[in-house]
C-alpha cells in the first residue's frame, strides 16, 4: 500500500538554526499538508498545499515557516530560526483530492530544539 | 472556530472489554467526523468516518456514530484486544466551510492489558 514518508525521523537542533522537513506524499496526491504536536498537546494544523501554492495557514505558521515542492516530489517544512517551542513531532499528510476526505499520514518527524 | 473535545486518558483495560471513548464537536458548518489511531512508533492512520448526520463508520470492529442532535461521535468496540492498544484521535474537517484541515481532540490512549 502506498504511503507517505518523512525523513528524519529525529532531528535535534540548537536554537535559531535553519531547519528542513521533508516529506515524501503519495504520487498521486494533489493535497499536502503539515501538522504539528507539542508533546501532551493537541495535533495542530499549520499549513495546506495545493497546485504549488499554500491554500490555508493557521496562525501558528508565521514568517519562520515556508513550504515548496522543490522538485515536484518532496514536500518541505523549513524553519528559518529554530525556538525552544518549535519544540514538537511534525506530520506531513496528504491527500488524492475529490470525495474521500481521506488524509494520510507520514511517521511523523520529531524536532527538539535545545 | 471549530473545535473537537475527546474523554482524557488514559484508559485501561482488560482483554475482551468493552470500550467508549467519548468525543463531541462544535463546528460552524457541517463537517466531516474522523477517528485516527496512532500505534507506538508510527503516523497517523485512519480508523474510520462519517461525512453525515446518522452516518455509521466501521472498521476492525471499532464503530462510531456521527449524531447531529448530541454533536458527538464516540467511538465504540465491543471487545478490545491488546493489540488495540494505541492513542486515538477524533478530528472533524469542514469542506462545507472551505476547509479540509483536520481539526483534532487532544487525543486518548488506551492501554488493552491481557
Known amino acids: 500500500e502506498p504511503e507517505v514518508t518523512q525523513t528524519p525521523s529525529h532531528q535535534v537542533t540548537q536554537m535559531g538554526q535553519e531547519v528542513i522537513l521533508r516529506c515524501v506524499p503519495i504520487s498521486n496526491h494533489l493535497y499536502f499538508y503539515w501538522y504539528r504536536q507539542i508533546l501532551g498537546q493537541k495535533v495542530e494544523f499549520l499549513v495546506s498545499f495545493y497546485n504549488n501554492e499554500i491554500s490555508e495557514k493557521s496562525e501558528i505558521f508565521d514568517d519562520q515557516f515556508s513550504v515548496e515542492r522543490p522538485d515536484g516530489s518532496n514536500f518541505t517544512l523549513k524553519i528559518r530560526s529554530t525556538k525552544l517551542e518549535d519544540s514538537a513531532m511534525y506530520f506531513c499528510?496528504?491527500?488524492?483530492?475529490?470525495?474521500?476526505?481521506?488524509?494520510?499520514f507520514g511517521p511523523g518527524t520529531r524536532l527538539l530544539v535545545l | 472556530g471549530d473545535s473537537v473535545t475527546q474523554m482524557e486518558g488514559p484508559v485501561t483495560l482488560s482483554e475482551e472489554a468493552f470500550l467508549t471513548i467519548n468525543c463531541t464537536y462544535t463546528?460552524?458548518?457541517?463537517?466531516?467526523l474522523f477517528w485516527y489511531v496512532q500505534y507506538p512508533g508510527e503516523g497517523l492512520q485512519l480508523l474510520l468516518k462519517?461525512?453525515?448526520?446518522?452516518d455509521k463508520g466501521s472498521n476492525k470492529g471499532f464503530e462510531a456514530t456521527y449524531r447531529k442532535e448530541t454533536t458527538s461521535f464516540h467511538l465504540e468496540k465491543g471487545s478490545v484486544q491488546v493489540s488495540d492498544s494505541a492513542v486515538y484521535f477524533c478530528?472533524?474537517?469542514?469542506?462545507?466551510?472551505?476547509?479540509?484541515?483536520?481539526?483534532f481532540g487532544k487525543g486518548t490512549k488506551l492501554s488493552v492489558i491481557p
Open positions: 478530528a472533524l474537517s469542514d469542506p462545507g466551510a472551505g476547509s479540509y484541515q483536520l481539526t
Open positions: 462519517a461525512t453525515k448526520a446518522d
Open positions: 463546528a460552524t458548518g457541517y463537517p466531516s
Open positions: 499528510a496528504t491527500y488524492e483530492g475529490g470525495i474521500q476526505e481521506t488524509q494520510y
